[in-house]
């Protein structure tokens, strides 16, 4: 077979890596990677196992010996505080009743055997530290979750501020916890509960600046309030966005998880490293694909801007053929799916044909200092599956128009892939599904 010259280019950077020798294969990788402010992990799909595998194989050498502070995952914030709790505490909680908590669907993204075992290693390792490891959730979606979590921190630290909060929240009453019946209540009533949100926000940082005396427990406690009480205000923004089209919802959900990465690393102070997990649409600068002709950003681009990209690493993951864990349609069930040999002439398909010359069929490489003419500068179609997935037609819209060495710092590539364990949880049908509505892509 004649390789192209993009092909070529893959084999003279590849490094192999295997689950059997997996910190001495990722040394190259770790190098490249230790002494950033960001490290983000990205994925093809929400539902294979080895991107689980190589991205906690990857944190947990960032976690124990290159000074990283905490995980945050495309993920709600109130079920991953509970992770927090699990992993910070002597808590006897058993992993799979925490990830329970992931009721929102499609529950198996957090909800999984995979994660599980991370979770009992964060714990392990946490143990007796001073400053314990973190798992935070970026995403926007927990709107009735966060508004009884803000009344429910103030009541510790000021009971007259929860009240007050409560009664700004009550607005939400009469929608009875569903958050599609608020969003579809806007097109009645416009305003909806916009300024009600906004008060309960602005009381609570208020309350954050006029007792900075309070001691590290009312502080962290306070911490949490705060974001809850943002998620309330970002995700009602999300849903009106959503409903009226005033802006692009995809944008307030990335700006949002770039606030709480932001806020993140305030909190853990000047010298914070943290770590992202999201899947590639996110984490790959949309400057290299065409989200930048439709007018969308995401959080991988936006964090370059802000850090600087000498201080952030990207950090792509895709597979060529195998299986996956996906649905047929919004709030379906939980299904293995076949996932097709990549389309010709993709990113995928060019990691695939590298393999003979690689002798490896799963192996990574590094982007530094690219040319500009550089062959992996050329635009190619590079695989994104959803949650919401149908392999037969997805030539037709699963693959992501990419310059590879623009969109990230490393492309880890793994051929052949297995679908992750799900846990079985019961599903609130209330609320919208997270990823909503891009999960066809995402």
Known sequence: MKHTAFCDEIIKKANPISMENEQADLRALIDAIKNKKIVML?????????????????????????????????????????????????SADPAKGVLSRFSRWPTWMWANEEVAELLIWLKARNTGKKNPFGFYGLDVYSLYESIDQVTKLLDKIDPQLAMKAKSYYSCFDSYRHDEKSYARSLFNVPEGCKKNVLSALNETLQ?????????????????????????????????????FAEEDSWN???????????????????????????????????????????????????????????????????????????????????????????????????????????????????????????PLAETRGQRAIGVVYHPPSEHRGNYVPTILSDRYDAFVFIDETEALTPIKVEVDINKFPETYPYGAHL
């Open 42 to 90: 990205g994925e093809a799909s929400h539902g294979t196992k080895e991107f689980y595998e190589w991205r906690s194989a990857i944190s947990k050498e960032l976690l124990i010996n290159h000074d990283f502070n905490f995980i945050a995952v495309e993920g709600d914030w109130p079920p991953c505080q509970a992770i927090n709790k699990f992993i910070q505490t002597k």
């Open 207 to 243: 309350y954050k600046l006029e007792n900075k005396e309070n001691n590290i427990d009312q502080q962290e406690t306070i911490f949490d309030a705060i974001q809850n009480a943002r998620i309330v205000c970002n995700a009602e923004n999300y849903y009106r966005a959503m409903i």
């Open 252 to 374: 307030v959900r990335d700006t949002h998880m770039m606030d709480t990465l932001n806020m993140l690393m305030n909190h853990y102070g000047p010298e914070a490293k943290g770590i992202v997990w999201a899947h590639n649409t996110h984490i790959g600068d949309y400057r290299a694909t065409d989200m930048l002709t439709h007018g969308q950003v995401n959080i991988g681009g936006l964090t370059r801007e802000k850090y600087g990209k000498e201080n952030v690493s990207l950090v792509g993951f895709s597979t060529y053929t195998g299986s996956v864990i996906a649905s047929h349609s919004w709030d379906g069930p939980i299904q293995v799916m076949p996932v097709p040999k990549a389309i010709e002439k993709s990113v995928e398909a060019e990691f695939h044909n590298a393999i003979p010359k690689v002798a490896s069929p799963d192996f990574y490489v590094l982007f530094e200092n690219e040319p500009k003419f550089s």
